[in-house]
């Protein structure tokens, strides 16, 4: 109940602050151009795509390109919201103050988990409302929406653990929002590579016979 109580509080906090609501307004901008651009791009493929057998759906095409989007512009701007979280505390010297209330730590770190935790699935919900959009001229691949749905709130999860953890070591807001940021970076990065890598192992051979191209693979 009293992390209930702390959660609220954040959440409050968030909402009294025009950080959190500059940052709803441009992420929404952003993935709202994105959106537009996505089904103007959807539009000038359809000749292409109504030839095809298993063609893409609007699903595919617009759908889960925007939440790709939404996941790496959040990892630019989740480490601004959880910069304050702990560190803030501490930098105005009333975290001493929040320890002796009759709340245990874990309570405490709980609580303001879960107030970054809806703001951020307020987000969700302000993305999800521009796909659902769709459904008015449309059909839309209801298991493949849920599943976007359910990996971007996953990595917002993940995220507001990270940040949430920098800002209890760091002294300064800033300092937990650079490592915040240094770390999710780094983890996008080795997943990008991880992409990438099998692509590695392939090299470009000639056919003197026939002068065709091919792949060959390396080892």
């Known amino acids: 109940m009293s992390a209930l109580i702390i959660a609220s509080r954040e959440l409050r906090s968030l909402f009294l602050s025009p950080l959190a609501w500059s940052i709803l307004a441009v992420v929404q901008f952003l993935l709202a151009y994105m959106f537009l651009s996505q089904?103007?791009?959807?539009?000038?493929l359809q000749p292409q795509i109504a030839a095809l057998e298993d063609s893409p759906g609007v699903t595919d095409l617009i759908v889960v390109p925007l939440f790709g989007n939404a996941g790496v512009i959040l990892l630019?701007?989740?480490p601004m919201l959880t910069m304050r979280?702990?560190?803030?505390?501490?930098r105005n010297r009333t975290l001493s103050l929040l320890f002796s209330a009759p709340v245990s730590i874990s309570e405490i770190i709980l609580g303001k988990y879960l107030g970054i935790a809806i703001f951020l699935g307020l987000m969700i919900l302000m993305i999800t409302a521009m796909p659902l959009s769709l459904t008015f001229g449309t059909h839309l691949d209801w298991g493949k929406v849920a599943a976007c749905v359910l990996g971007l709130g996953l990595l917002l999860?993940?995220?507001a653990a990270i940040g949430l953890y920098l800002s209890s070591l760091a002294m300064q807001p800033v300092v937990a929002a650079v490592g915040s940021f240094g770390i999710l970076?780094?983890?996008?990065?080795?997943?990008?590579?991880a992409t990438v890598a099998p692509k590695r192992g392939k090299s470009w051979d000639i056919s003197p016979c026939s002068g065709t191209i091919r792949t060959c693979s390396k080892g």
């Open 85 to 90: 979280l702990i560190s803030e505390e501490r």
């Open 76 to 78: 630019l701007v989740t």
């Open 39 to 44: 089904v103007e791009y959807f539009q000038s």
């Open 157 to 159: 999860a993940s995220f």
């Open 185 to 193: 970076l780094l983890l996008w990065i080795i997943d990008w590579n």
